[in-house]
């Protein structure tokens, strides 16, 4: 388990305005409680390899939008490189932590979602998390400038009539989306994301020691007094009633 160094440099990188955020290195050292002496820097590697053959592949891409030149990496992450959902066990607990999404190619759609986003990063290709209610999303910008979405579950553009679905499955509302949920999420709600799914996995585990790690570093992501509480609680040792994971 982690310490106090560990959760210093945790603050470190969070300290980093939110468009030089490094979400991919951040959700490596939350893996890190999983995976003592995590190579960081050779994970962060393999997707600088990823970004390398996401633009050779865009050499050939005729359009300019994001919507088009997310294809040709859609193409190679789901299809070559055989990138899928863990539709097997979608909740085993391994889909949370990105070197296994990076082994084994599999995982739910945030971890997936954390993946394209970091291969459209260093491919160049501007795409967008979406915090949508119980399925994280990806968007890019049609030529025309509507956005695409994007189910990194699958790695394919989605419908509006689909999402539609996905939208009345996770809020069992069939009314229209409210469209504070298309929004671009920003990268500290990435984080948050990924630090609520573990919370989650640990409190259905109450496992207490990486449950606290997991509330040490949402406090200091998206202080609350909720946090704090259950913190308190963890260090003085009282079990938590589990919430719900979101994915």
Known sequence: MSGPADLLLFAHLLARTDDKLEVEHLA????EPEHPGLNIPGYLNKLNVMGELARIKLKSCRGSAPADRIVP???LLFGELGYRGNVTDFYDPQNSFLNHVIDRRTGNPLSLAVVLLAVCRRAGVAAEGVSFPGHFLVRVAKASGEMATIDPFDGRMISPSVLRSIYESATGDPGDIDEQFLAPASRRQIVLRMLNNLRAIYELRGDQDRLRFVLERTALLNPSEEV????DS??????LAPRLSIN
């Open 228 to 231: 704090q509480r259950r913190l």
């Open 234 to 239: 963890v260090v003085q040792a009282v079990a």
């Open 28 to 31: 490596l050292l939350l893996a």
């Open 73 to 75: 990496i859609l193409g």
